[in-house]
């Protein structure tokens, strides 16, 4: 019986090899909330498109990321009846989106062709532990069952679908199916961390009230007392999440959005727009430099201006494509999706 670990990344797959327990590590490595993520029934076609987008991030070459991907996708294939796949995800949008995507990809195959599927109940960041701390997350694991893989795949589908209502749909079915918001408050359950999750995504959507989405309300608000370097800016951004699940790179493009447009809303303290770092180069100086809000930015946060109104916007979510001729609002008093 061969037993494969699957997490979320790098650093929870170090100290998961560290921990002494039996079996093979997969790292799960994509940022599935940023850019295009279409259905994936076509794993050729949907490695092209997630390796089109990592490239044009500069983040990693189209083909060395389509590499990764088909290696990744053959070892999980390898996994088949009388073998045990465990799930290690942590609670955060990050990990709750791959969480979806393997449940799917697993649930695609005859029920008498699947592994044995089990989960970690995670209620914390997997990276920080120590060694001997995985062991009794092991010891503690509850099996996926059919019900489970139905959620799974019923989010997944929602979440790449091209317009967003059944992903609100699911989100609010999870909701009211799901018993707790933790493992540690019901032995049974083991998706409690899904449905704020996919709530979460759904915050990415620019709010009804100012064109901003949660992630650029946030740094915005961040901003308003005065400037901030952008590291300082990234660390306040992170303390208004329940559950951090933005990395340091997507978070510069996110800067870079609200910077590098007709109307700026950030800018650097001499007036320059920000412009994100590529990986390879040294970004070390583009954390050091302050930013601040522009007169615009300010009356964002009163509520006075409307940002897609001003720069329109052109933004993947998931399988959705929003343009300023299409595109949709969330309305975070009433949690409902609004058509433009």
């Known amino acids: 019986m061969l037993t494969l670990h699957l997490t979320n990344g790098d650093a929870a797959a170090t100290t998961l090899a560290r921990s002494g327990l039996p079996g093979d590590i997969l790292s799960w490595r994509d940022l599935l909330h940023d850019g295009p993520v279409p259905p994936d029934r076509d794993l050729t076609a949907f490695r092209r498109v997630r390796g089109e987008f990592l490239a044009s991030r500069g983040w990693q070459s189209q083909s060395a990321a389509i590499a990764d991907f088909t290696e990744r996708d053959t070892r999980l294939d390898s996994v088949g009846q009388g073998d045990e796949l465990v799930l290690w995800f942590e609670p955060d949008l990050y990990d709750q989106l791959q969480l979806i995507q393997v449940l799917a990809r697993v649930a695609r195959r005859a029920p008498d062709e699947r592994p044995t599927v089990t989960i970690a109940p995670a209620d914390c960041f997997l990276g920080p532990l120590k060694p001997e701390k995985f062991v009794p997350l092991y010891d503690m694991r509850r099996v996926i069952t059919a019900g489970d893989f139905a959620i799974g795949t019923a989010a997944w589908d929602a979440f790449t679908a091209?317009?967003?209502?059944?992903?609100?749909?699911?989100?609010?079915?999870?909701?009211?199916?799901?018993?707790?918001?933790?493992?540690?408050?019901?032995?049974?359950?083991?998706?409690?961390?899904?449905?704020?999750?996919?709530?979460?995504?759904?915050?990415?959507?620019?709010?009804?009230?100012?064109?901003?989405?949660?992630?650029?309300?946030?740094?915005?608000?961040?901003?308003?007392?005065?400037?901030?370097?952008?590291?300082?800016?990234?660390?306040?951004?992170?303390?208004?999440?329940?559950?951090?699940?933005?990395?340091?790179?997507?978070?510069?493009?996110?800067?870079?959005?609200?910077?590098?447009?007709?109307?700026?809303?950030?800018?650097?303290?001499?007036?320059?727009?920000?412009?994100?770092?590529?990986?390879?180069?040294?970004?070390?100086?583009?954390?050091?430099?302050?930013?601040?809000?522009?007169?615009?930015?300010?009356?964002?946060?009163?509520?006075?201006?409307?940002?897609?109104?001003?720069?329109?916007?052109?933004?993947?979510?998931?399988?959705?494509?929003?343009?300023?001729?299409?595109?949709?609002?969330?309305?975070?008093?009433?949690?409902?999706?609004?058509?433009?």
């Open 162 to 340: 091209d317009t967003p209502d059944a992903l609100l749909a699911v989100t609010e079915r999870v909701d009211r199916e799901v018993r707790a918001r933790a493992y540690a408050y019901d032995d049974a359950e083991r998706l409690p961390h899904l449905a704020p999750a996919l709530r979460r995504q759904l915050e990415e959507y620019p709010d009804t009230q100012v064109g901003l989405s949660r992630s650029e309300r946030q740094l915005c608000e961040a901003l308003a007392p005065g400037p901030l370097t952008l590291s300082k800016l990234f660390t306040a951004h992170q303390s208004a999440e329940s559950w951090v699940w933005l990395g340091d790179w997507s978070f510069a493009w996110y800067v870079q959005r609200l910077s590098d447009c007709a109307h700026p809303v950030v800018v650097h303290v001499n007036g320059s727009r920000v412009i994100a770092p590529l990986r390879d180069t040294d970004g070390k100086s583009f954390w050091e430099r302050q930013v601040q809000l522009t007169p615009l930015g300010q009356d964002m946060v009163r509520d006075r201006a409307d940002f897609v109104k001003l720069n329109g916007i052109d933004r993947w979510i998931g399988g959705v494509y929003n343009a300023t001729s299409r595109h949709w609002r969330w309305d975070p008093h009433r949690y409902r999706l609004l058509p433009q």
